[in-house]
T-cell receptor, first 114, second 115 residues
Framework: EAGVTQFPSHSVIEKGQTVTLRCDPISGHDNLYWYRRVMGKEIKFLLHFVKESKQDESGMPNNRFLAERTGGTYSTLKVQPAELEDSGVYFC????????????FGPGTRLTVL | AQKVTQAQTEISVVEKEDVTLDCVYETRDTTYYLFWYKQPPSGELVFLIRRNSFDEQNEISGRYSWNFQKSTSSFNFTITASQVVDSAVYFCALTNPTGGNMLTFGGGTRLMVKP
């Protein structure tokens, strides 16, 4: 069974540009999470989808970030316009329906904003 | 508010040494879950263990063991007879049933095992 996959693995863009990150969760996992780790800081929660609905988006830093999960399968996280402080590693995780079930993480997307 | 502290940012040991990674947490919830994840050089976060707040039994899995002490709010992780392949960043994390399922992570401990 395929694990959580993320695309691209690396992205280098200039300040002001737009970047879209994609996450494909494990098939059948209704719960999908986005986290990010900016340089030197902890991994921080961004948001949580249950199927196509946003369950919790309290960690989204500002309105330059837009996450979608149309159809309840893969998810995208768009940053528009990107700023220098958005640089970091963006992780996606998925889990089955039960609360506090194990979250399976993808390899992350390393975003560098110049 | 929840918080997880991993005071050791980096540890270096020689192969076959035992090493303990510390994790201290803060939460107002009486029911919560604690996790350890490993991040090898390839980048993904690999689940190691989940422990609920009502189960204070220590757990051993091969060379790995975990010591959960509710009285000191600690969930420490010990690797016995470390190997070079154990080199990675290790993250401790916390979640609670009433706060959704989001993980609160510590800052991570980078473990380097030298041959």
């Amino acid at each position: 069974e395929a694990g959580v996959t993320q695309f691209p693995s690396h992205s280098v863009i200039e300040k002001g540009q737009t970047v879209t990150l994609r996450c494909d969760p494990i098939s059948g996992h209704d719960n999908l999470y986005w986290y990010r780790r900016v340089m030197g800081k902890e991994i921080k929660f961004l948001l949580h989808f249950v199927k196509e609905s946003k369950q919790d988006e309290s960690g989204m830093p500002n309105n330059r970030f837009l996450a979608e999960r149309t159809g309840g399968t893969y998810s995208t996280l768009k940053v528009q316009p990107a700023e220098l402080e958005d640089s970091g590693v963006y992780f996606c995780a998925s889990s089955q329906g039960e609360r506090n079930n194990e979250q399976f993480f993808g390899p992350g997307t390393r975003l560098t904003v110049l | 508010a929840q918080k997880v502290t991993q005071a050791q940012t980096e540890i270096s040991v020689v192969e076959k040494e035992d090493v303990t990674l510390d994790c201290v947490y803060e939460t107002r919830d009486t029911t919560y879950y604690l996790f350890w994840y490993k991040q090898p050089p390839s980048g993904e976060l690999v689940f190691l263990i989940r422990r609920n707040s009502f189960d204070e039994q220590n757990e051993i899995s091969g060379r790995y063991s975990w010591n959960f002490q509710k009285s000191t709010s600690s969930f420490n992780f010990t690797i016995t007879a470390s190997q070079v392949v154990d080199s990675a960043v290790y993250f401790c994390a916390l979640t609670n049933p009433t706060g959704g399922n989001m993980l609160t992570f510590g800052g991570g401990t980078r473990l380097m095992v030298k041959p």
